[in-house]
């Protein structure tokens, strides 16, 4: 998804509101979902977003999406965020986040399982593996999950070497 930062999106200091950003996010994310849902979808939580460069007035603004895991009716998506300065011929990336979607059923608009995907590179395969341990701390921090259910990231601290 390709955004001009126009003079309404920033703030007084010329620069993109965060908020801004995020509904972006928030939109490529949904519609990655969707794609792969064939389904309406609702954003059930956004990992942490920092903002690490600011994007400023008349840069062009560029958002990817991708699927890095299936749940049963919740998928996650990562997105990644890249600034162009046309004029200056630069292009840095700025964010990425996480973002965990719920795929709903067109009749009464309730949680419903989707297909599951199989991550194919190496990259997929990490990213797939991984967030089953960030699925387990945002149900932690959503109070969905008792710590001590959470085994695979109980795994990641409790390592011997
Ligand atoms: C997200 C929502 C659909 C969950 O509904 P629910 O009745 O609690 O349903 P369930 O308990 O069956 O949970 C459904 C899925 O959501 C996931 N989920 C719920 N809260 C979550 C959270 N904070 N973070 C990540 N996933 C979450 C569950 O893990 C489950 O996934 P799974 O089936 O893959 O295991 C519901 O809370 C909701 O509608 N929230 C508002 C969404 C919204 O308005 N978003 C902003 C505008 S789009």
């Not at 990425?96 to 990259?123: G, Q, R, W």
């Amino acid at each position: 998804m390709t955004q001009l930062v126009m003079p309404n999106d920033t703030n007084y200091l010329g620069n993109l509101m965060g908020g801004n950003l995020m509904k972006w996010m928030d939109i490529v994310g949904a519609m990655c979902a969707m794609r792969h849902t064939e389904t309406s979808v609702v954003t059930a939580s956004v990992d942490n977003i920092s903002f690490s460069s600011p994007i400023h007035l008349g840069e062009i603004t560029t958002l990817t999406a991708c699927i890095t895991r299936v749940f049963n009716t919740s998928l996650e998506v990562y997105v990644e965020v890249y600034a162009e300065d046309v004029q200056a011929g630069t292009k840095r990336r700025c964010n990425d986040a996480y973002l965990t979607f719920v795929s709903l059923d067109a009749a009464n608009k309730k949680p419903s399982p989707t297909t599951p995907i199989v991550p194919e590179t190496e990259m997929e395969q990490e990213r797939y593996d991984a967030a089953l341990r960030r699925r387990q701390l945002r149900l932690i921090l959503g109070g969905r999950m008792k710590p001590e259910e959470a085994d695979d990231l109980a795994a990641l601290f409790n390592r011997s070497s």
